[in-house]
């Protein structure tokens, strides 16, 4: 006899399985490390929504849009948040190496972090989740409400942008992967 999971059971397996990947999209989105208060608000917004849901998507991309769009509400509220990349850095783990490689890394990142800041609401949301967060191009459409197509133009657009910020000489594909 198969036990059918209940709500609160379904959404307390996608909160153990799911909340590290909301947390950082929200700290990407928001611009702030402080995002503890929106997962949990994703995750509230979650269980008064599940009716809606009931396996009309994947679990992650429906919770993904629920946090894009608590994050947009959030900014919505607040027009002025003050945030330094610095704290942002903080939580990098740094991989073995010379102080020197460390300290060039972590300025990789921090030129990185703040060109993606720069880019436009767009750019910044899918290179954030395809190339930060690494969904695919159906998942990243379906958090975004856009075509396959369209992801992957913005996509294309987007690192072109974040190319010409860094620089010519930058591997901006390396930086996003030595970034995850």
Same mark, same amino acid.
């Given at each position: 006899?198969?036990?059918k999971?209940?709500?609160?059971?379904?959404?307390?397996?996608?909160?153990?399985?799911?909340?590290?990947?909301?947390?950082?999209?929200?700290?990407?989105?928001?611009?702030?490390?402080d995002v503890?208060?929106?997962?949990?608000?994703?995750?509230?917004?979650a /269980?008064?929504?599940?009716?809606?849901?009931?396996?009309?998507?994947?679990?992650?991309?429906? *919770?993904f849009?629920?946090?894009?769009?608590t994050?947009?509400?959030?900014?919505?509220?607040?027009?002025?948040l003050?945030?330094?990349?610095?704290?942002? *850095?903080?939580? /990098?783990k740094?991989?073995?190496?010379?102080?020197?490689?460390?300290?060039?890394?972590?300025?990789?990142?921090?030129?990185?972090?703040?060109?993606?800041?720069?880019?436009?609401?767009?750019?910044?949301?899918?290179?954030?989740?395809?190339?930060?967060?690494?969904?695919?191009?159906?998942?990243?459409?379906?958090?975004?409400?856009w075509?396959?197509?369209?992801?992957?133009?913005?996509?294309?657009?987007?690192?072109?942008?974040?190319?010409?910020? *860094?620089?010519?000489?930058?591997?901006?594909?390396?930086?996003?992967?030595?970034?995850?």
């Amino acid at each position: 006899m198969s036990h059918k999971l209940t709500r609160r059971e379904h959404i307390e397996e996608w909160f153990v399985r799911y909340s590290d990947d909301i947390y950082k999209f929200l700290v990407y989105y928001t611009r702030n490390r402080d995002v503890e208060d929106l997962v949990q608000e994703v995750f509230m917004k979650a /269980i008064r929504g599940y009716e809606k849901y009931e396996g009309r998507a994947q679990p992650k991309t429906w *919770l993904f849009s629920i946090a894009r769009n608590t994050a947009i509400d959030h900014e919505r509220k607040k027009r002025y948040l003050s945030w330094l990349p610095d704290t942002w *850095l903080k939580q /990098i783990k740094s991989p073995d190496g010379t102080p020197e490689e460390i300290v060039g890394k972590q300025e990789e990142n921090q030129l990185l972090y703040a060109s993606v800041q720069r880019l436009k609401p767009s750019y910044r949301e899918v290179v954030i989740l395809r190339g930060i967060k690494g969904l695919s191009p159906s998942e990243t459409a379906e958090i975004l409400q856009w075509s396959e197509s369209k992801v992957n133009t913005t996509l294309h657009r987007a690192l072109k942008t974040l190319q010409k910020s *860094l620089g010519k000489e930058t591997d901006v594909d390396g930086v996003i992967n030595r970034v995850i």
